[in-house]
């Protein structure tokens, strides 16, 4: 294809096909040895032509659609296979259905802690980083800081003052 090259409307015909060996899973240099075009060719088409873009992705969510249909029609058969494995004892199968079933760690590692030392150290954790985070709380402290600084230094002339003889 020519660098001036301006379509009217739609996609070429090497685009089309390009667009269906890449969603069948071929890379940019297979597709092009196919076409008739250079790598560099489909490597555009694939990263900066959003026509092509769109038109790619419209046929990828198809067949992913396609594969997304035929995993739902396995599904009930893959649940029977499941279900005589652990039926028959398999352990591996069961677990790994927890897994799959979003139950793995439920059991032991989501609970939360067992002694009152972790639970402890997990708030402080949890209010120190509250703290490290929420910019008022240092700010308002360095504040509170610097006023009873000043209060102290003002007290302190106020005595000397005092001390040396100058009263109201």
Known sequence: MAKNYKRQQGLTIEQLNAIDLLVMGMTDQEVADKVGVNRVTVTSWRLYDPYFQAELNK?????????????????PKALETVENAIKQGDVKTALEFLKMAGMGDVFVGNIGEDEPEEIIERLAKEKENKALFEPDTHSREVYK??????????????????QAGYSK
């Not at 046929?59 to 599904?75: P, Q, T």
């Not at 003002?154 to 005595?159: E, I, T, W």
């Open 59 to 75: 046929r990828r969510k198809e067949v992913w659609g396609a594969s997304i249909d035929k995993m739902r029609s396995l599904i």
């Open 145 to 162: 800081e610097s006023v009873l600084d000043e209060l102290n230094e003002l007290a302190d002339r106020l005595l000397r003052l005092q």
